[in-house]
């Protein structure tokens, strides 16, 4: 995978060389620094503007290449926009924005001059845009043997210039590992299936023991153990054996219940005996998505020592179609005691969360649970690609989390559940059958995993849509998005850390 930048910060100043930097309000108005690169240059890059139309429409740019009487290779000027329209999470964008811009164009040391005409800016909103910058430089291209013609060179170095540096200094304590939780969970969906198994993943997922995270992972023998016998049969059709990782961080308040979350992880889902068409399923590697994700945040929180007692739990396993793979008709045991209907096998991945939050709600007695996986076709349909389903038996547990949604752009949007829905997953020969049919699909899904939670505020994410081959956005041209370690960690530093 190409380097990603090597991010610091420093207080304001002219740049003198490399790549600068500079942002200019609506009307092409610069803030301090840009004004007096602009003095430096003659009047040149006002020249520039002029000659450009350049508005400072938000997010639009201009390239100023060898700017007269100065040292510097060239000046990019990024447009804000109107004071009042510059809303939360725009710093974040522009970081993003900004990285897009220089994208091929060999700017190897790039200074970006954190400032607007308008008013002052806060160290947090150049760690912000710093985060943008680098998630926007992302790109997963470990397996190509050389870079192509098209191929982006990315920058090398970006300092921050910024009048709060010690703001700034303090906020990329806290958001430095945010990007590394991001960064982690797009690896994770990135890699291929011949690469990352379960085991594989397992493994990845130990190394957070670093950070000062407690991992456990269950092989076969402790599965069965536990009855787990909904997850057991997804796997039965692969050769690769199942397993459940258990991340525990504890940097809350000893005794304290958790917040638990729980992530889907079928690293290659080929639907099994119900195979799914041939047309696009090798984007089924990144069915681990929501297994990333929760993988990703636990890196968020262990590196920055959050305040908080979380537990990860991820159910890892290949759903594959051979001589011992489960069969549409087959009837279950979950752990929980419920008997489950397989009316399709490609719809398996709420048989493995079923398991997996029965035996950690169990186990953890948290304070509430979250699980997030890529679960079905259906809430792409409902939703598109730019909101995340969200499905809850607590209103405040929704209103936080589409806060948190809100803040970090990573946008959730409330379905419904209800007795009526409940009643389309009774099966003729078990408690309940796997799927509901065609129609409400997402929705069916998430009752099917109502059943397994209790009284336990809970929501679950459906991130079918958002997690992989979503639309390209400021901040991310990468296939695996890292969807959800940002919405998550928000939520955690908002509503649940301690101060």
Do not use: C
């Amino acid at each position: 995978m190409a380097l990603l930048p090597r991010i610091s910060f420093a207080a304001a100043s002219v740049p003198a060389a490399g790549t600068a930097v500079v942002f200019a309000d609506e009307g092409g108005t610069f803030g301090p620094i840009g004004a007096e690169l602009d003095r430096a240059s003659g009047g040149g890059l006002t020249r520039a503007v002029r000659a450009a139309g350049f508005k400072g429409k938000k997010f639009s740019a201009l390239e100023v290449v060898a700017p007269a009487a100065l040292a510097l290779d060239r000046v990019v000027i990024v447009g804000l926009g109107a004071a009042a329209d510059l809303a939360a999470g725009d710093w974040f964008r522009l970081g993003g924005a900004v990285s897009g811009k220089l994208a091929g164009a060999q700017a190897a040391e790039v200074t970006v001059v954190v400032e607007r005409a308008g008013g002052p800016v806060a160290g947090a909103d150049a760690a912000d845009a710093a985060l943008g910058f680098l998630l926007r430089a992302y790109r997963f291209d470990r397996y190509k043997s050389k870079p192509g013609e098209d191929d982006e060179q990315g920058t090398q170095t970006a300092v921050f210039a910024t009048g709060d540096l010690a703001g700034a200094d303090a906020a990329w304590s806290l958001t430095a590992p945010i990007a590394n939780g991001v960064v982690l969970a797009r690896d994770l969906v990135n890699e291929p299936a011949n690469v990352l198994g379960t085991v594989e993943f397992a493994e990845r997922a130990s190394a957070l023991a670093d950070l000062g995270v407690r991992v456990e992972v269950l092989g076969e023998p402790e599965l069965r153990a536990e009855r787990m016998n909904a997850l057991l049969g997804v796997s039965q059709g692969s050769v690769r054996p199942p397993r459940l990782v258990v991340l525990e961080w504890r940097g809350g308040a000893e005794g304290e219940a958790p917040l638990l979350f729980v992530g889907k992880g079928v690293v290659f889902d080929s639907g099994g005996i119900s195979i799914k068409p041939a047309q696009g399923m090798e984007d089924m590697k990144g069915d681990m998505g929501g297994a990333a994700a929760v993988t990703g945040l636990l890196s968020a929180l262990a590196g920055r020592k959050a305040k908080v007692n979380a537990i990860g739990v991820i159910g890892l396993v290949e759903n594959m179609p051979d001589g011992n793979a489960q069969r549409p008709g087959d009837i279950v045991t979950a752990r929980s005691g419920t008997t489950i209907e397989v009316i399709n096998t490609d719809a398996e991945g709420r048989l493995v969360l079923a398991d997996a939050l029965h035996y950690a709600i169990e186990r953890f007695k948290p304070k509430l649970v979250i699980d997030l996986a890529t679960l079905t076709g259906a809430i792409m349909v409902a939703l598109g690609h730019h909101h995340a389903g969200l499905f809850s038996n607590d209103d405040t547990l929704s209103a936080n989390l589409t806060e948190a949604g809100l803040a970090t752009g990573e946008a959730v949007w409330r379905m419904p559940l209800g007795r009526d829905y409940d009643k389309m997953i009774e099966s003729k020969f078990a408690d309940i059958k796997n799927t509901g049919g065609r129609y409400g699909g997402s929705i069916t899904a998430a009752q099917f995993l109502k059943r397994f939670v209790g009284d336990t505020p809970w929501a679950h994410l459906d991130i079918a849509g958002t997690a992989m081959g979503s639309p390209a956005t400021e901040t991310n041209r990468s296939w695996g998005s890292g969807w959800g370690v940002r919405l998550l960690e928000r939520f955690v530093a908002t509503f649940h850390e301690a101060e």
